[in-house]
């Protein structure tokens, strides 16, 4: 079955500094990756998804994450963070032709001023 | 404005009580989504459903039933067999073809959740 790490709980990053939240999964085919982001009490939002081709994935409020084959991983980036940005991400999985997501278990960032 | 709604926001429920929790979307999904989440556990789905009238176990199901006899409606109901039912719960919608297995490639857009406790 496939699984997804988030390996840091939490992130405390200064404003304006550059981020980079970590994500592996094991699978063993490539599968179709995502990133959401949740605000306190509230659902999650699409910030991007990976399914095939650029390696490199631009997504909306500014993320972009790599996905790299050998090393089973896809980190969300990016280069100046705001402290609109503080909430928890998470990373997701699903291979290809199912329909279902597996979540990591997330990653609060916290947005130093 | 096109969305999913879950109904109500906090949910207070007594030991040995059922209890249902509402997801409607006018996004013309064909497929609806029911997650549970803990503090520090991510999201786990308990039910989804691909089409009116058929759902799915996901890999929480246990103390759960769902019912889809409508598209735009997806109820949730938390039975007393659920051993430890707070937490909070959130619906997802994607597109789907109605009777073939929804493709990956659909992103699932969520609603806002319900936050259920057990007093």
């Known amino acids: 079955a496939q699984s997804v790490t988030q390996p840091d709980i939490h992130i405390t990053v200064s404003e304006g500094a550059s981020l980079e939240l970590r994500c592996n999964y094991s699978?063993?085919?490539?599968?179709?990756l995502f990133w959401y982001v949740q605000s306190p009490g509230q659902g999650l939002q699409l910030l991007l998804k990976?399914?095939?081709?650029?390696?490199l994935v631009q997504g909306i409020k500014g993320f972009e994450a790599e996905f790299k084959r050998s090393q089973s991983s896809f980190n969300l980036r990016k280069p100046s963070v705001h402290w609109s940005d503080a909430a928890e991400y998470f990373c997701?999985?699903?291979?290809?032709?199912?329909?279902?997501?597996?979540f990591g278990k997330g990653t609060m960032l916290l947005v130093s001023p | 404005d096109g969305g999913i709604t879950q109904s109500p926001k906090y949910l207070f429920r007594k030991e040995g009580q059922n209890v249902t929790l509402s997801c409607e979307q006018n996004?013309?999904?064909?497929?609806m989504y029911w997650y549970r989440q803990d503090p520090g556990q991510g999201l786990r789905l308990i039910y989804y459903?691909?089409?009116?009238?058929?759902?799915q176990k996901g890999d929480i199901a246990e103390g759960y039933s769902v019912s889809r006899e409508k598209k735009e409606s997806f109820p949730l109901t938390v039975t007393s067999a659920q051993k430890n039912p707070t937490a909070f719960y959130l619906c997802?919608?994607?597109?789907?073809?109605?009777?073939?297995?929804?493709?990956?490639?659909?992103?699932?857009?969520f609603g806002p959740g319900t936050r259920l406790t057990v007093l």
């Open positions: 990976y399914f095939s081709g650029d390696t």
């Open positions: 997802a919608s994607s597109i789907s073809i109605a009777g073939v297995p929804p493709r990956n490639t659909d992103t699932q857009y």
């Open positions: 699978y063993g085919a490539t599968p179709y």
């Open positions: 997701a999985v699903a291979p290809s032709g199912y329909s279902t997501l597996t």
């Open positions: 459903s691909q089409i009116v009238n058929d759902f």
């Open positions: 996004l013309n999904h064909d497929a």
